[in-house]
């Protein structure tokens, strides 16, 4: 680590950010690129390595806090989000990261995810969606699609799957936002943005299981289908995809429809996008596109201030604090309501009387 | 008319009506009162899990046990010799466990054909021969309040008869010569927004107590003496007001923040309420969404350097059990409050038991020892926080604190503490890098440093999988798993060297000793001393600690012929007693969600006494 002439801000680079353990995750899993993608931004947000800390739950995701040279806690199964909100509340200034898989988030830490995206805790949730079980070697997780043969559904998963997005949305996060595994340039800019976000930050990874659900996201994920399986959000501007920029989507009732067009003459009708659009309407119909009747959309679908948890909670102290004066032994003992008893055995009623 | 006093050593009365007719506040006040008057306190409330059972039921009674004494009290009481029954349904549940010869107050007019259905009276008792063994006095309280409130201007007529129970106070106050203007002033301040309520109460209360004095129905007024008691400044307290308070002096001790984790069950929701209001002291609460996530976050606040606490009763316990090995294996300093209640599973919320101390020895995944401390009587539930927090910061582990529904809702005043005695709590989170690793270890205590998140240098990664010592890398290795499970034991074997010795109070040696632990001091050092004095060969020591267990325990068991293990379970205690030393302990249990009495204990007592000889 190198300082600066000013000595203030470190001056870090990615290997800094690396740390001594050797990386066991199977040879071609989609965690080694946004591991990759991960280390190269760190470096890029001006933060101290000493304040980054990374909270993992139980699965092939949550060995990632291993690999990454910062605070790191790899938790228990589902509970990440816990751990990461008490040592938010603790130390607010701390960047806070959850990494967590399918199942760790939305199965057996579902509970948590909701209230730690209501609460709007100030933290960066990174979520790993390979649709499958990958640690307990390939059972199908809640986001696997329905019908999906893996070893415990030999017949077919007969549950519907859970969108993490629209989870997201209906518990109220602030920051909801997807990306893929294949495209580290896309991930750093989409893990950077979320980081920069005051609240909770929500991203969907879309990733890759190479060795129990391979391609499980093939056709948004090749580079050369991409174009035409998702389409990228950007603010304020028409949703437009295909590899010649010649299809766009438009409202149609309640949804939406995608139309084709002259890429020199795009309709002026396009829906735009708005991250902070007045109605959550907009970004939870986008979260229900899926290939191939639409393309996916990848980018962040929403981003609105609200306040944050951890400031609200160190809020109330400070102004209790200001009110009454900060509380010390003898009041925290005598309370509202003590009497003496003098060598005499009299007694005599201190204070006023509590209530 | 001259009327006689006669006067008592102590009273143990009880007051019992429907959940609706404010009994825990009447029981409260005459506590206060008492308390104020001089004499030593100790009460018990005992109420429903339901919020409104059906009014006029008998699992709607609640009742408030009161024993105020000129002596030094450690009970509420045994039996009461006062029973004051709100209604037919409250003089059902509680008549079998007064005093014979005891006085029973009722309110007449609620003895009617529903109400007495609805309590199982086939006839009504006012009138039969079941009550010719107690000093009965009927009394038409809901007509004479009616009568005597009634014309107060701006009254709210739906809400008359609340002030029964203040008219009821007022007869007891009467009968045992309590001064009433604590509970004057008390009512002032409590209504002050609402002028008919206090005008309405105090007439209630003043109108009880002269009727009292005027009905000539008492034959006689008791006199209670005040306690010869040491000089100090006082105040009330029960055990969960305790609890919480003793976490904030040990944070205010310690010099470090306080954060409180807690998801609400009865009977522990107290401490995470008190703690709220303390934000000025620059508590943090932080009320979970469910007991895993109450004990995560407070993990999380262990990580980020504060002094870290979560509370819960039995099942809670048991949810948290995988994050406490979680805990107890990333070496993070937290106390984890369990207010034990009946069980298994929902069991009796509000009702006291011992019956999780397995729980808290062995509730966990793998070889995974937690020290344990249970606090003995609702005063020092504020000394066992402070103590946990001592233990857990200065050993790096998790502590254990059982506290019970009896400790929790029991009320004793509290001679305050001098400040100065409370001695500092030395926290330190490491800031040197140099030849710093996660994992080394203090040589006397065995804590691994305490480095938080923030700290320049002291980057390094911890988690649930096996540590290698000293580095804390992950490791498998099989010898390394051997050895850091020893440790995890040694540390908390080391905390031998930090606790108290057991005492032994009574005998020194002879032929029975009482071994306890938790709630059930009281009850069983009485038992003790009264066996002592009348010249039985009877000891009593008291398990503040019970992982580890002080180091003298085994030479105190030796010194006595046979050792009896009263506890609120079915023999807990008594089967790590008897595992550890091979001793022949006898145990002796009752789970009733009850607490023990003194005559019982010394029943048990002397049944081994007389069969052992």
Known sequence: ?355 | MVKTVESRQSIVIRFAGDSGDGMQLTGNRFTDASALFGNDVSTFPDYPAEIRAPAGTLPGVSGFQVNFSSLDIRTPGDAPDVLVAMNPAALKVNIKDLKRGGIVIVNKDTFTGPNLKKAGYDGNPLDDASLDNYQLHSIPITTLNSNAVRDIPDLNRAFINRSCNLFALGVTFWLFDRPIDSTVKWIEQKFKKFPAVVAQNLKALKTGFYYAETAEMFPSQYVVEPAKIQPGTYREITGNEATAIGLVAASLLADTQLFYGSYPITPASDVLHHLSKYKNYNVMTFQAEDEIAAVGVTIGAAYGGLIAATGTSGPGLALKGEALGLAVMTELPMVVVNVQRGGPSTGLPTKTEQSDLLQAFFGRNGECPMVIIAPKSPIDCFHAAIDAVRIAVKYMVPVLYLSDGYLANGMEPWCLPEIEDLPKIPVTHRTDPNEYFPYIRDTETLARPWAIPGTPGLEHRIGGLEKAEITGNVSYDPDNHQKMCLIRQEKIDRVANDIEDLEIRGAEEGDVLLLTWGGTYGACLSACLQLHEEGHSVGHAHLRWLNPFPKNLEAVLRKFKTVIVPELNLGQLNMLIRARFLIDTVPFNKVKGKPFMIAEVKEKVLEVLGGGK
């Open chain 1, 1 to 355: 680590m190198t300082l600066t002439h000013s000595g203030r801000i470190p001056v870090l680079k990615k290997k800094d950010f690396e740390s001594d353990q050797e990386v066991r995750w199977c040879p071609g899993c989609g965690d080694y690129a946004i591991l990759a993608a991960f280390l190269k931004t760190l470096p890029t947000l001006g933060i101290p390595r000493e304040n980054h800390a990374i909270i993992s739950g139980i699965g092939c995701a949550a060995r990632f806090p291993y690999y990454v040279n910062t605070y790191g806690f790899h938790t228990i199964h589902g509970r990440a989000p816990t751990i990461a909100s008490g040592l938010k509340s603790a130390n607010p200034d701390l960047t806070v990261w959850i990494i967590t898989g399918d199942g760790d988030a939305l199965s057996i830490g579902g509970n948590h995810l909701l209230h730690c995206l209501r609460r709007n805790m100030n933290v960066n949730i990174l979520l790993f969606n390979n649709r499958i079980y990958g640690l307990t070697k390939g059972q199908y997780s809640p986001t696997s699609e329905k019908g999906k043969v893996t070893k415990s559904t030999p017949l077919g998963s007969i549950e519907s799957p859970v969108n993490p997005l629209r989870f997201a949305m209906a518990s109220e996060a602030t920051f909801v936002a997807r990306t893929m595994d294949s495209d580290l340039r896309h991930m750093s800019d989409t893990i950077r943005r979320a980081q920069r976000h005051k609240g909770v930050s929500f991203v969907e990874i879309m990733q890759n299981c190479i060795i129990f659900n391979n391609g499980t996201w093939k056709p948004v994920s090749e580079k050369k289908t991409r174009a035409e399986t998702t389409v990228t959000l950007e603010q304020n501007k028409p949703l437009i995809f295909g590899q010649k920029l010649d299809k766009g989507l438009r409202l149609k009732g309640l949804g939406a429809e995608v139309v084709e067009f002259d890429p020199e003459t795009p309709p002026s009708d396009l829906l735009v996008h708005d991250v902070a659009s007045p109605s959550s309407l907009h970004a939870y119909m986008l979260t229900e596109f899926d290939y191939p009747e639409m393309p996916i959309p990848i980018g962040v679908f929403r981003q609105v201030e609200r306040p944050t948890y951890e400031d609200s909670l160190h809020e109330q102290n400070r102004i209790a604090i200001e009110n009454k004066g900060k509380g010390d032994l003898k009041s925290l003992l005598h309370g509202t309501n003590t009497w003496e008893v003098n060598a005499d055995g009299e007694e005599i009623r201190n204070d006023a009387v509590d209530v």
